[in-house]
């Protein structure tokens, strides 16, 4: 009879610690598709595109559509960055037939990627190339910002030349920008897409972290030059306050 009872007892035991798992399993899983969605990179990069985030036990899935190979990758490492995320399926497809690698489209769709993500340079500059010849118009705020724009478009693999012909603004008012607060996961994503649209990092073995927009880098850099260039083109992503560089140099 005592064993009967002892049997019981523990079935109901059973029971009630897996209904209490449960919700807490939800809970978690609606957590990470939430704040995917209200993500930086979700809410700014991939607004337009149409996406399906599921997260079960903290295995996510992304289905759906993008416009952009470049946003195919982003939605991937943002979400791979958010808490409680264990792995990734990214079953994202690309709309329409992407441009050929090397090809003059590619080109011009990389460079104007890159410029998305770097807060020193404008967004709005009009790319075009020809024959790997990258021409840039548009307006500049100072003499820095041009020939800041034309020293990234020409780190962009495949670009040849960049001819610059953009006009420097005058303002005669400084003009306030409001900033918006990013979160890590999308900083996390948003560098390692820096580091590897940038020719002279794209090889480099990086590790990426963000604590409050403090920005972590660790792993191999061949040498000095390569490691400061890493440090500098992540410092100038939006949303990044400091960078810690830890890369060993061999």
Known sequence: MKAMYRLVVMMVAAVALLTLSMPVYASKDSRIESSAKKSHVFMTYLQADDITIQSKDGAVTLTGTVSEESHKSLAQETVAGLP???SVDNRLEVKGTPP????DAWISTKVKTMFLFHRSVSAMTE???TDGIVTLQGKATSQAQKDLTTEYAKDVEGVKDVKNEMTIAKTSKKTQTVSRKVDDASITALVKMTLLYHRSTSALNTKVTTS?????LSGKASNAAEKDLATKFAKDVNGV???KNQMTIG
């Open 84 to 86: 409680g995320v264990k």
């Open 212 to 216: 409050n927009g403090v920005v972590t």
């Open 127 to 129: 790319v075009n190339t």
């Open 241 to 243: 306050k400091s960078v």
């Open 100 to 103: 050929a690698k090397n090809s």
